[in-house]
């Protein structure tokens, strides 16, 4: 910023009175941010586009949430290159030429982010409720491997998840069920749903209802076209499925947090071609494979167990038996022996 513009900043930012409101930010521009006030509950809140506060700009990390899991504290956080992001509560001004200064951060409650270039981390959307992971049933064929990933993550990021398997349109019940079954056996919310032929949207709906939610999962399973369909006027950009792959583009680029009719509040990320997960222990891995956690209730014999080679482990002896998929297990290897060698050492 120029000397200038910082001085018209702060003389704009001496300039705010009365008192503070407090919003969500829905969308964040150059510089600029969308934020919606949230005293007002209206059907309309008024939303402000706002500056930050020049000393707000310097600040880069933040406090973080008590009720954030341990294992998201604890998971080294690389230099954020977000002071403000989407989903993000804030305190701000009002101008008397109707714009705002956000003055506050307040602490995220949970936060959801990928690896970005250059080793800096990018913040998707804050404060969310659950992640919404969309897979399509074809076009791109869904790859169980992958989808363990994105459940993984929210997991790890202390998100509830729901599954959605959208273009059902392109698939029969048996092969819907080759896809998709297993994930409903460990106990997630599958959502069968098709935005061409517009089924399966009211139970969408229902559990999109007052809570803040995003919309996740690769490119080109139909997350813009979902929300364009949930949500009339949205007119989300839709891509044809050949392009994204091709191109090796997104559709979606920017990220937005929309108000929903029934209340709640949904974001669109891009389809994200391989997703970052935290730097997780082994054993904080494992936590993370819901389908693990009664095994690990007990402890293997040994307390530093890598559910690997050791004897006496309950998580291999359950694959044995039986109890667990033998597939998740190899998953859970193949994810653990990534996440180590990515480790710094
Ligand atoms: N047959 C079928 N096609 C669909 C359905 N939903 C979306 N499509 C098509 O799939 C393609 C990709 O849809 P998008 O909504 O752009 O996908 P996206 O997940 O938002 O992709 P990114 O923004 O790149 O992450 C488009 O050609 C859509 O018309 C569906 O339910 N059935
Ligand atoms: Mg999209
Ligand atoms: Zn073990």
Known sequence: MTSEASKAQNEKGEM????????????????????????????????????????????????????????????????QTDVVAVGDRVLFSILPDHTGVIEEVLPRRTRFARAAFRGKEQTLVTNLDQLVVVFACAEPNPDPWRIDRWLVAAEAFGLEAVLVANKRDLVDETQFQRSFGEFAALGYKVLPTSALKETGIEPLRHVLRGRISAFTGPSGVGKSSLLNVLQPGLHLKVGAVGDVTHRGRHTTTVRELFPLEGGGWVADTPGLRQLELPALSRQELAECFVDFRPFLATPCRFRDCRHETEPGCNIKMAVEQGHLSARRYRSFLEIAHELEQSRPK
């Open 16 to 79: 705010a009175c009365g008192d503070l409101q407090e919003g969500i930010v829905l969308k964040v521009l150059s510089g600029t941010y969308i934020v919606q006030a949230e005293a007002d509950k209206s059907s309309d809140p008024p939303r402000y586009t706002c500056i930050l506060r020049g000393t707000l700009r310097k600040q880069l990390t933040y406090t973080e949430s008590a009720a954030l899991p341990r294992r998201v504290v604890k998971a080294k956080m690389p230099p």
